[in-house]
């Protein structure tokens, strides 16, 4: 992983980098993916890969509405808000 | 004051019963230890309030006759789990301050047991961490200490506090979560019982979510039985848990004394792993002398993709992390950081509220799902997966447990932990296993390393084996006979 | 603006080149609560007031699926005809935007739930023509943003959030934006059909994203740049003839259509480029842990299949073939729910099978009636004349009680009054004349008064036979039996 992709990774993820610390991030996760790649000594052509550790039957929901208005519970943490609506800076697009 | 913290469960439900004491008696005792034991950083939030009404509620029941199997019991919660109008920040800078408006489901089954809830503990952050380090509010204390020596050791983690406070007599019982061996590997180091079930036996709603197909609650407790207890009550399918098992619950408890006799135990070759200490190899022999006497029969086995459990594991549990962790971003609760558009307030709030341990582990998660690494990586370490599990399915046809140290070192001083990432992970090389094919798995406390640092010792079972597993735990129990070291 | 003259524009606009145009749209799934939570669908309620702990993607939430948005998709899937996956995936779509609370979007990439169909429609010619679906996934619908309220803040609004989508992949089998339009159309008349999607435009139950290109003829896919959200069909017209215009222009420069997402700007006729970032478009999608593969059993898909209401194709086909009805009034008898059900309840009213009648009541719902609804712009449901009404007007013909022409002012009449045709025809004193005898006795006196004409008409000026006619009719305050007018009238003329 190159310098370059640890900061383009880090837009993706939407966390703020300064660039002092960008070598060593990119030394460590370097570090961790070649040994990740120890993964490939596993022969595995025909193997399908995992969806889910057990195979059971999932709950599933019946069409009712079960949760009324919960305006105030789910405003109740937010940073900025205003008209039962959650305030951000502008969206551009 | 009687030090009500040394009577066991059973002598605290026998003692409600008779009416020796009050359960608001016990719970100051409770309160007046965890002031004593504060130094540790075992708690992160104490609820002392909250502690005497409930103990007032389950005294009040007592008098009526109408006990609930946990009344009067005091637990501590890692502050994983949600906990209504109750601050939950999974130790990280990004929930400070949260208060849930709704509880998880297993710790609402502790209340409803009548459960006592001392407090919120200490953790790792967002669970990502084998140390209790990566905590946004300090490290934990080990209780254990060593004669002479005047180095403090690490309490092993995620779950580093609920072990903490259970080892320090701060709690009877905790509730943990287990990924990678967050359970299991502090159990271990601070010389307590762990357990981490069958994937989907307990449910996952409201405990903030790490890697959702590797997560697992579970009890921290001093013994076996108050393990199986505490697991009998927290298990149970949960209709808001997709995940969930959907599969009547066994009678733990009362399938604990059935006889070992003609159990079958595996001893798996590639557990002794590189670095295993000789004195956790003496132990392991210890342990499957102990099972035979007691009527077992163990018999060598092989696992041979092992070690490709732990790379998997940093693949898979990174990359559903980044995504779990896409939801922290400022815009309806916890922390938010300033920026002039919203991208911006995005990268700010993330860089301040997470850590360096979940930044790195959020940025790889990421890698390895984007475009052109996909199948690489992640679909590359699913296969992998499905190979381990196929591979446990194939031992247990012929065994019923497997026999194996918990972690292959002892807990370690600060100061004097791995530097580098990978041989940190090393510390989960076996308990990972468990967790990457949803076997259940229990750490007990079996002897002492030379220097005298708690070792555990780990029964693994098949998928929905957690009644075999908890039976053959308190076996190895049994015979150890482990008395807790000096310590606070 | 008539067919032939929109084939005209896009013509023009098109030119040598061959449009090559996608559909992937947007159908909001009927159902009382989310795909993944318990809250409520409504439309139009207040801010943030149908959000589960589920939707506001709070700490420890975990998505449960309702069971009844997977029958919906199956449903839909069976009524284009398609292959329904008995075993599917939900997936993560990562991407980070203030209404989209997870950081994800869930969805199904890798394995959708229903595989691949078709939708047929007419195309300008009106040959019938198959355009293929390649696919068609649940998904979750986003939170709403609201921009006016502040100059530097956007607001957030997470009703919407969470509800069931099902996104339908057309291949890019279209050629002109008409194509485009009867897909729209008869898709939107399917799910309504169904009563899996209101197909509600407006209110953007049902939006589309158009992928377009241009090629010459017989060479390689060009380009394709994607128009998102047109939310309606008239906008879909304009936004697809702008684009043409557009993407000729740069290819005849010699330059290249950039691959991009634009949007249609209503109020101008143009589309836009949307601001996008180079990497913004890695959504990282992998299999939703939290929820385990949907495995169906034969079985449901089976019971669903046996409750499916009439299809409007079959519907179109019974209409031709046991009716009699031209097959393309039958196609606008089934072009909307409501239009057939109309005309279905009229059918039961008129109470018969006989194709004259039937022929007849189509083509008086087609000319007559839809003609008054067009010119006041109402929609069939707005009808003053009831079907009843119409089939009874159309069975006072058919019995010959009135005739044609007359029944056209009984209509009127009925279309101003709301009133009964059988009462206004007794008031009005409308009845036919079909007494021979009153007939031969009116025609008998203009024969008298008009001896010349007689006599020229018997001399071979057939044409004269309207004169005599007109004549009968006038007289006859048009009340005459036509067919017996003419019986009789060419009996007398020619002395027979």
Redesign the interface.
């Known amino acids: 992983?190159d310098a370059q992709?640890?900061a383009?990774?880090?837009?993706?993820?939407?966390?703020?980098?300064d660039d002092k610390d960008l070598p060593i991030?990119q030394e460590?996760?370097t570090?961790?993916?070649k040994?990740?790649?120890?993964?490939?000594?596993?022969e595995?052509t025909n193997?399908?890969?995992?969806?889910?550790?057990?195979?059971?039957?999932?709950?599933?929901?019946?069409?009712?509405?079960?949760?009324a208005?919960?305006?105030n519970?789910?405003?109740?943490?937010?940073?900025?808000k205003?008209?039962?609506?959650?305030?951000?800076?502008?969206?551009?697009? | 004051m009687t030090d009500f913290t040394t009577l066991s469960l059973t002598d605290l439900k026998n003692g409600y019963e008779k009416k020796d004491f009050t359960c608001r008696e016990v719970v100051t005792s409770y309160l007046a230890r965890m002031e004593a034991t504060k130094a540790l950083n075992a708690y992160v939030l104490e609820t002392p309030d909250i502690a005497l009404a409930a103990a007032d509620r389950s005294d009040a029941r007592i008098q009526k006759q109408e006990a609930l199997s946990l009344d009067g019991i005091p637990v501590a919660v890692k502050d994983l789990f949600c906990t209504k109008d109750v601050p939950t920040t999974a130790c990280s800078k990004m929930l400070e301050g949260y208060k849930p408006k709704y509880e998880s489901t297993v710790t609402q089954k502790l209340w409803d047991a009548g459960a006592v809830m001392l407090g919120k503990t200490n953790m790792d952050e967002f669970a990502m961490g084998s140390t209790n380090m990566t905590s946004a509010f300090g490290p934990v204390i080990n209780p254990v200490t060593l004669p002479g020596d005047a180095r403090r050791f690490v309490p092993g983690g995620s779950s580093g506090g609920s072990a903490a406070a259970v080892a320090a007599r701060a709690a009877l019982m905790a509730t943990g979560s287990d990924t990678g061996g967050s359970i299991r590997q502090p159990a271990a180091f601070c010389g307590i019982v762990g357990m981490k079930p069958t994937y989907g036996l307990c449910s996952r709603y409201g405990m903030v979510a790490f890697a959702s197909s590797l997560d697992q609650a579970g009890p921290l407790t001093r013994t076996v039985a108050d393990a199986a207890l505490m697991l009998q009550i927290t298990a149970g399918h949960d209709p808001k848990d997709a995940t969930s098992l959907n599969r009547p619950v066994p009678d733990f408890v009362g399938e604990l004394s059935a006889p070992l006799k003609g159990l079958r135990v595996g001893i798996p070759h590639e557990y002794q792993v590189e670095g295993l200490g000789a004195d956790i190899v003496a132990l392991w022999e210890k342990g499957r002398a102990w099972l035979v006497e007691q009527g077992a029969t163990c018999v060598e086995v092989s696992l041979p993709h092992t070690k490709y459990a732990l790379p998997a594991y940093y693949v898979l549990a990174p990359a559903e992390a980044s995504s779990n962790l896409a939801r922290y971003d400022g815009v309806r609760y916890g922390l938010r950081v300033e920026g002039a558009t919203l991208d911006e307030m995005y990268e700010n709030t993330r860089a301040e509220g997470f850590g360096d341990e979940v930044t790195r582990r959020v940025l790889m998660g990421t890698y390895v799902l984007s475009a052109g690494f996909y199948d690489a990586y992640y679909r590359k370490a699913q296969r992998v997966r499905r190979v381990i599990s196929d591979e446990f399915r194939g031992v247990f046809e012929n065994v019923d447990v497997i026999l194996a140290p918990t972690t292959p070192t002892p807990s370690f001083a600060f100061g004097e932990e791995p530097k580098d990432p990978i041989s940190m992970y090393m510390n989960d090389v076996l308990t990972v296993p468990a967790n990457i094919a949803g076997l259940p798995a229990i750490s007990v406390p079996a002897g002492l390393s030379k220097e005298g640092l708690p070792l555990g010792l780990q029964i693994i079972g098949p998928a929905f084996g957690d009644s075999v597993v908890l039976r053959a735990g308190l076996a190895v129990e049994r015979a150890a006979n482990f008395v807790f070291p000096q310590g606070e | 603006m008539s067919a032939n003259t929109f084939s005209a524009a896009h013509m023009n606009a098109a030119g040598p080149w061959e449009v090559v145009i996608g559909l992937e749209v947007h159908a909001q799934v009927v159902s009382e609560s989310k795909l993944f939570s318990g809250a409520s669908t409504q439309f139009g309620a207040l801010p943030n007031s149908q959000v589960s702990l589920v939707d506001a993607a709070l700490p420890g939430m975990l998505p449960v699926v309702n069971m009844f948005c997977v029958e919906q998709a199956v449903r839909t899937g069976l009524g284009l005809g398609a292959q329904i996956n008995l075993f599917s995936v939900f997936d993560r779509k990562n991407y980070f935007y203030a209404d989209l609370p997870q950081g994800y979007q869930i969805s199904q990439l890798y394995h959708p739930i229903v595989g691949e169909g078709h939708l047929d429609i007419e195309d300008t010619n009106s040959n019938p023509k198959r355009v293929g679906i390649e696919r068609l996934h649940l998904e979750q619908d986003a939170g709403k943003s609201i921009h006016d309220q502040h100059p530097a803040k956007s607001h957030i609004d997470l009703n919407r959030s969470g509800i069931a989508l099902m996104e339908i992949v057309s291949r890019p089998d279209m050629r002109c934006a008409e194509e485009a339009q009867a897909y729209v159309k008869k898709l939107r008349a399917l799910l309504r059909c169904l009563g899996t999607c209101d197909g509600n435009m407006e209110q953007g139950s049902m939006r589309a994203d158009i992928n377009i290109s241009l090629r010459k003829p017989g060479q390689e896919l060009g380009t394709r740049a994607e128009i998102k959200n047109v939310n309606s069909v008239r906008f879909m017209g304009q936004a697809i003839l702008y684009e043409i215009s557009r993407q000729r222009e740069i290819l005849e420069d010699g330059g290249q259509v950039v691959q991009e997402t634009r949007l249609f700007d209503a109020a101008k006729g143009v589309t836009r480029s949307m601001r996008s970032k180079e990497d913004a478009h890695d959504y990282r999608y992998f299999p939703d842990p939290d929820l385990p593969p949907l495995v169906l059993t034969q079985a449901f898909v089976d019971d669903i299949a046996k409750g499916l209401p009439e299809l409007p194709d079959a519907k179109k086909n019974r209409f031709v073939e046991s009716l009699g009805i031209a097959p393309y009034d039958a196609g606008v008898l089934t072009s909307e729910g409501e239009i057939s059900d109309f005309f279905e309840a009229a059918l039961a009213a008129l109470g018969t099978q006989d194709a004259t009648a039937c022929k007849m009541l189509a083509n008086w719902t087609i000319t007559e009636l839809f003609g008054a609804l067009n010119r006041e712009s109402l929609e069939i449901g707005a009808s003053r004349v009831s079907p009843e009404a119409l089939a009874e007007l159309v069975g006072l013909i058919t019995k010959d009680v009135i005739s044609g022409k007359i029944a056209k002012d009984v209509f009127a009449i009925m279309w101003e009054t709301g009133g009964s045709p059988s009462k206004i025809v007794e008031e009005k004193g409308l009845q036919q004349v079909s007494d021979p005898s009153a007939i031969e006795g009116v025609i008998e006196a203009i024969m008298e008064a008009n001896p010349q004409m007689v006599a020229d008409y018997r001399s071979g000026k057939d044409k004269l036979f309207g004169f005599f006619v007109g004549q009968v009719m006038k007289q006859m305050a048009g009340k005459a039996n036509p067919a017996l007018v003419n019986e009789v009238l060419l009996s007398k003329l020619n002395n027979i």
Do not use: C, Q, Y
């Open positions: 992983m992709t640890v383009k990774v880090a837009r993706l993820a939407r966390i703020h980098l991030l460590r996760l570090g961790i993916l040994w990740v790649s120890m993964l490939d000594e596993v595995t193997v399908e890969p995992m969806f889910s550790v057990h195979l059971e039957t999932s709950p599933v929901r019946e069409d009712v509405v079960t949760s208005s919960m305006v519970d789910i405003l109740a943490n937010a940073p900025e205003e008209l039962d609506m959650f305030v951000v800076p502008k969206m551009v697009g």
